[in-house]
């Protein structure tokens, strides 16, 4: 089928971008020596996470246990779950898949890790359980290397689980590289303090689980990173491109559109608005716009009703008619894709495959 | 079952909520003599548009012809489209539905009545097209009288179709009542012209369209309006209360969440974030934060990540522990449940109903 005979809006996925972000990926974890655990929140298919083992990685990563079942049921059969659990059904359904699937997770309190060894026991399952430590982003994580040594020295104390190593999200760190700079030292000073006091009590860190896209080709310089869980690095977004960690030409994921009104001077409506891009802001740059117009780089994309796109083309020297179709690219590509139920995996003008975001929804 | 046995995070409708703000709409609407034509982009579930329709709404209003579709399949026979249709294929399927069901559409276009006239005319079926006309909100919409003239003359003149009436969406006053004040005689202006206009043409206006939740109450003040479709009345949010139109009494969905993290201080971490409640920020009010925590009125819901809701508990004496359970009214009901495959309806505490948000994901 060619793209065009497709009705709109519809997430396109180009497999040649796609194909070489997933080697291009792949060839910096070999020649780093970091182990790659995508997290597949970005895409949510099991059929695009098989391609990333494919290529080298480890395992995924994923955050809610009813996504784990889906991948496990897509054949992916290592998963880490890179999310706090306190809650006895959620670890139930979690070890339930432990009877196909090497499961692995982190906490950030010693509540959490008791629900999971628990469910753990239950199965006579020994579950790897990191400990989470904040980095920085202050959101989750033990706050300092004594309270990461007493989780651990706990965890390894029950029943159904064994300590499993050390787990960061350096969430904010996708800024300039001059504000990295800063910051990295930071954030490896306390890897490293949390290392040092784990191995001197007596707990040897097996896997040090960091990284993010925006810092994955940065992994070299992380201290005592064993593995990395980047989740958009195969689609990339305008995020990405604004904060100057990928290009247009490597974004993936574009979102095909029709102009369905030119009533408004200086304005065209297209027929894709919150609920097909999401209203997830530009994080990087002016932080300002909802999406990359490919084929006018002086529209302004620069409002959403919930099924309606505003561009303002009073900068531009483009002219646009009803019924032509356009395509965007995303500010944030976990948040689109998340808005759709199927993706088209597109080489060039044709339809190559229909992919099922069979993890979309599972939300609990 | 009782709501504590709920995975969350879960979407609550409470029902007693619900059926008193269903009834209170009802009422205004005969009192005011408008006609009540509700958008169920809201909540995209059948059942609940046709408990819309047995409280005496005539007929619903959709977005998209996919979700036309769910809804006609789900025994709703009188679907307008408020939505610019420009493509053949869209066309084609909605008027697809017509065998059973009354299908109106709204157009600001010669090309799009055009498109949509040649599919009706192939199932010799005659479509009432109702002009869009821009009352200031600058999204879609004829920009004078002479424009909506034309093209409802236009409209008269093409096989498959006629005109069908006047209609508008004053999508800009989601504002104080002394900004609507202020709008309203520009909004009337405009309405009036354009009836009048086309009366003096010899086309009579048998529908005037207008209408949102925010603006519902006041129908009484709007020059011509035979019939609104307001949205969100039925469930109402955190938008309607800051903007004074609704109270936290008036809410019937509450996201239900549990306290996952609580390591950083003064922090808690919820396990519901833009996947969960969508990242569409306060419209109205101070626009600061992504929800009302009902348990503390004094925590602030300062950020989201994917999976992650951050509280900041600093200005509050409430004490958090991991697993507690906090009921939280989203910012925007609509693009909340679009995230969601099915919403609990609650009495009390007890689930009576489990509701699949049938239309969720009909994007096209």
Not at 159 to 164: I, K, L
Not at 168 to 175: A, I, L, Q, R
Not at 271 to 285: A, E, I, M, N, V
Not at 303 to 328: A, C, F, N, P, V
Request: net charge negative.
């Amino acid at each position: 089928m060619n793209i065009g005979e497709l009705d709109t809006p519809s997430v396109l996925v180009d497999l040649d971008v796609m194909e070489r972000n997933l080697d291009r990926m792949s060839a910096y974890c070999a020649s780093a020596g970091v182990a790659l655990r995508p997290h597949i929140k970005t895409h949510k298919i099991p059929e695009l996470a098989r391609k990333q083992i494919a290529r080298g990685a480890v395992g995924i990563t994923a955050a809610k246990p009813s996504e784990a079942a889906v991948m496990a049921a897509g054949g992916l059969d290592d998963i880490f779950i890179a999310y706090p659990i306190v809650a006895r059904q959620k670890a139930e359904a979690l070890l339930a898949l432990s009877e196909t699937t090497r499961i692995s997770v982190s906490v950030d309190s010693l509540e959490a890790a008791e629900c999971l060894a628990r469910a753990a026991a239950a199965r006579s399952y020994r579950l790897p359980i990191l400990v989470e430590i904040d980095v920085g982003f202050g959101r989750c994580g033990a706050q300092s290397a004594e309270a990461a040594v007493r989780l651990a020295a706990a965890i390894e104390r029950l029943a159904g689980a064994r300590f499993g190593g050390l787990m960061f999200y350096p969430g904010h760190m996708m800024v300039p590289v001059q504000q990295q700079n800063e910051l990295l030292p930071v954030v490896n000073a306390k890897v490293e303090a949390a290392y040092s006091a784990l191995v001197a009590a007596g707990l040897p860190v097996e896997v040090v689980s960091g990284g993010s896209t925006p810092m994955a080709t940065r992994s070299a310089e992380f201290s005592h990173l064993t593995e990395i869980r980047p989740g958009m690095y195969p689609l990339n977004d305008r995020n990405l491109v604004c904060g100057g960690f990928a290009t247009l030409a490597d974004c993936a994921v574009t979102v095909l559109t029709t102009v369905v009104s030119n009533a408004v001077p200086e304005r065209v409506i297209l027929d894709g608005g919150s609920k097909t891009f999401s209203s997830d802001r530009l994080l990087t740059g002016d932080h300002l716009g909802h999406g990359a117009v490919l084929e006018d780089a002086d529209a302004l994309f620069y409002g959403l009703s919930e099924e309606h796109g505003h561009i303002d083309t009073s900068g531009s020297g483009h002219t646009y008619r009803l019924g032509d179709r356009l395509r965007i690219v995303p500010n944030h590509v976990c948040a689109t894709i998340n808005m759709h139920d199927a993706v088209y995996g597109v080489r060039g003008d044709q339809v190559e495959v229909v992919w099922q975001v069979a993890a979309r929804g599972r939300v609990q």
